[in-house]
């Protein structure tokens, strides 16, 4: 069983910055491949960045390239992701996500439907 728990999400202004963490705990085998989620309301949960635990393989959406940053410390068991130049439409709930090592192979596809476990979620809002 892996508990998830995310922190730093808030309001900000277009072109602002914020920084999310996301803090694992319980077996480290079910959480070496991790990711954040995001969802807006009336649309679908879209992956935004997805990371080995061991910091390699990063894959992100297309339209956050360049603008957010996911890292992972082993050491702290802690997920992260640096949003720069955000806009209104980075608005929804971010999630982080936790699966198995195989998940994280660049043959599977990025979707929600191949992470175990989840946090909460932690709500950002950009606004004009």
């Known amino acids: 069983q892996v508990l998830l728990v995310e922190s730093g999400g808030g309001s900000v202004q277009t072109g602002g910055s914020l920084s999310l963490s996301c803090v694992a705990s319980?077996?480290?085998?079910?959480?070496?491949?991790v990711a954040w989620f995001r969802q807006a309301p009336g649309k679908e949960r879209e992956g935004v960045a997805r990371?080995?635990?061991?910091?390699?393989?990063?894959v992100y959406l297309d339209s956050v390239k360049g603008r957010f940053t996911i890292s992972q410390d082993s050491a702290k068991n802690t997920m992260y992701l640096q949003m720069n130049g955000l806009k209104p439409e980075d608005t929804a709930m971010y999630y982080c996500?936790?699966?198995?090592?195989?998940?994280?192979?660049?043959?599977?596809?990025?979707?929600?439907?191949?992470?175990?476990?989840w946090g909460q979620g932690t709500q950002v809002t950009v606004s004009l």
């Open positions: 996500a936790a699966t198995r090592a195989t998940r994280c192979d660049e043959r599977v596809p990025f979707r929600a439907v191949y992470f175990t476990y």
């Open positions: 319980g077996d480290p085998d079910s959480h070496n491949c």
């Open positions: 990371i080995r635990a061991s910091g390699s393989s990063a």
